[in-house]
């Protein structure tokens, strides 16, 4: 086979066996409404001299809901207006009522930025915008808690310094009328756990000081938006959902990479690389004219994509090449600029960009957008393919699948991706490894008082209690006091331990941090690491310090760490008696120990070699989801006995590799283990917990959803053509065991048995 034996003629035509899946989305007409009456004029001028005419229905809709009092989250598209959803309330408030102040909480310091141009733009003084982040100067931050009305910020500058310093505040705090909190959806997980108690911490200290702000959310479009924006923020939030914006008609095709030839008998079979297709198909879109935008996950992928495509354009028309570019974080401000206003004037016809792209960039007048792997959610799949569309006109998007379970799901149930939205934000206030730190902060704020336990969910009288006997809080008749020196180290983002801090040796540069949970997986001596598409080497992992220190370099071949795990059953919280099957939700205990590492030619996948490693196991107290099968049952389902292992193993996987279907969760906030006979089940079982310590509210969403949840497992397993296996179904690119055994179609029998007998 040729390398574009498969390949269409033009973009337009998806004529190609690739193409799975064709979805036509019509052009919307926009829904137009008038003015509110309350909205003050000043406002109104100010967005009209924007070029906003009128608001859209739903702008209009959150807003009014809002000045009533009723606090609201704004769910819609990308583009579909949300920010003047509570800039419209904000303003008329602050205008209306010149002591009135508002909060803007973003999950980044540059949508901050972008807010304060924003507001600055409108042109009404009275406002007085500032941000007030790590960045602003101590100079700056006394004039801000005086003057500023609107103060724009984030929740880690909340909780480490506005909330603690809340005396200085309270004026501010007195007169707050609205708290808006933009791009809601990022809060899940540890971290939107640990956000959801600063936000009541937020709510606690306003009222001391008599303030009751209405909650402003806007969020992408996901599952359930009032349900998750209720639980981060602790009261009843009333969603709106329906998107009143106009768009353009869009036509989006689903691509998997065929299966290439078996090179050698005994070597699974591989899919050709979607590097390889989004190059194939860039060079297609160039050469019929078409303004195409491709997004890779890594630089190095969309240098690759570039240079691919140039090269095969320059074969076919010399010169041809220089009308495509690669594009991604860390250019200078100039440089994107320049790239933006050629790919404008149509000097560039293609452009292959890291996702970096996503934020704060400018791109106009696309005709097409080409997404190499699903993006992780439904939020940045349509936000990538949003680019495409020049004012009105049709537009095109290709998702190509990676070798991947998900992907291949994808591609194969179109459904899953369109039409409905599958994934809600996840994240759980009642775990107890954030509350207890959270309580601690809470105390060492203000007193917290019997009256206040109520605030912070239905397990903090027992979380005080365990805190008092263990020294941390001192009770009082007044309450429960923090009557240690300083105040608590509560880190936001973590929950075991402190995040291990990725530095750079030669510049002293700090990259990010590593959740210590995933430290010894992602950040072991010689570890490849990637940070915003560019790759980094590990030098060296000191857990005492928690730092890994690292180089930046691109080798060819990639790192995966090899692990041995031991769970055992702490309690059942819930659980299905199925007769031959049980599925459970309660708490485990996970012994990992990282033991060695594999390197892997990039590419082809070849094991270069086993490295050993020296880390110390580590243990974690979490939640998991297991179902068993009675023996019986799986030989019913046509499983042997030699087979179950495998079976279960393989079932394990594609099972975690699903998950994120269901819940906004990555590989990296689960884990599994498969066992052809557990002890405290003493049936074969496969469990899936969180990664985290006391959980994260992954595992407890899988039990929920479970029926849907193995449904979708199994039917991506069986829609898979490969033969005994691959990445795109039963195989795992973290699995501890090197993916060894894995059983294909013992698996789809595993899940068709828990199926059949699941209520
Ligand atoms: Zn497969
Ligand atoms: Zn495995």
Known sequence: MTSTAHRPASLSQLTSPAVTHVERLPARAGTQVEWPAWAHSAAVEAFQAQGIPLPWAHQATAASLAVDGTHVVLATGTGSGKSLGYQLPVLTRLLDD????????????????????????????EVRPATYDGDTAREERDWIRQHSRYVLTNPDMLHHGMLPGHERWATFLRRLSYVVIDECHAYRGVFGSHVSHVLRRLRRLAARYGG???????????????????????????????DASPRGAMTFALWEPPLLPPSEEDLPAVRRSALRETADLLTDAVVTGTRTLAFIRSRRGAEVVAAVTRRQLD????????????????????????????????????????????????????????????????????QQAGRAGRAGAAALAVMIARDDPLDTY???????????????????????????PQLCCAASESPITKADLALFGSGAQAAVDGLTEAGALRRRPTGWYWTHTGRPEVDLRGTGGAPVQVVESSTGRLLGTVDAGSSHVMLHTGAVYLHQGVTFVVDDLDLEDAVALVHQEEPDWSTHARD???????????????????LFLGEVDVTNQVVSYQRRRLGSGEVIDTRPLDLPPRELRTVAVWFTVSPPALEAAG??????????????????????????????????????????????????????PGGAGFAERAYETAAAWLRATRDAIAACGCEAGCPSCVQSPKCGNGNNPLHKPGAVAVLDAVLTNLP
């Open 98 to 125: 010149p002591r009135a102040t508002a909060l803007y909480i973003a999950p980044a310091k540059a949508l901050a930025a972008d807010q304060l141009r924003a507001v600055a733009g409108f042109g009404l003084p």
């Open 410 to 436: 994808l591609v194969h149930h179109p459904s899953a991706l369109f039409g409905r939205p599958v994934e809600a934000t996840v994240l759980d206030p009642g775990n107890p490894y954030v509350l207890g």
């Open 564 to 582: 041995v795990t031991d769970l055992s059953v702490v309690s059942v919280r819930s659980y299905v008696d199925a007769g031959p099957v049980g």
């Open 212 to 242: 009751s702000p209405t909650f402003i959310l806007a969020s992408a479009t996901s599952g359930d938006p009032a349900g998750a924006a209720s639980r981060l923020v602790g009261v009843p939030v009333t969603a709106v959902v329906e």
């Open 639 to 692: 499983v042997e006995p030699p087979d179950f292992p495998g079976a279960l193993h393989a079932a394990e996987h594609a099972a975690i590799g699903l998950l994120p279907l269901m819940a906004t969760c990555d590989r990296w906030d689960i884990g599994g283990l498969s066992t052809a006979n557990h002890p405290d089940t003493e049936a074969p079982t496969v469990f899936v917990y969180d990664g985290h």
């Open 315 to 382: 074969e076919a028309v010399p010169g041809l090449g220089d009308r495509v570019a690669a594009y991604r974080a860390g250019y200078l401000k100039e440089d994107r600029r320049e790239i933006e206003r050629q790919l404008l004037t149509g000097e560039l016809l293609g452009l292959a960009s890291t996702n970096a792209l996503e934020l704060g960039v400018d791109l106009v007048g696309l005709d097409a957008v080409l997404i190499c792997g699903y993006p992780g959610t439904r939020a940045s799949l349509w």
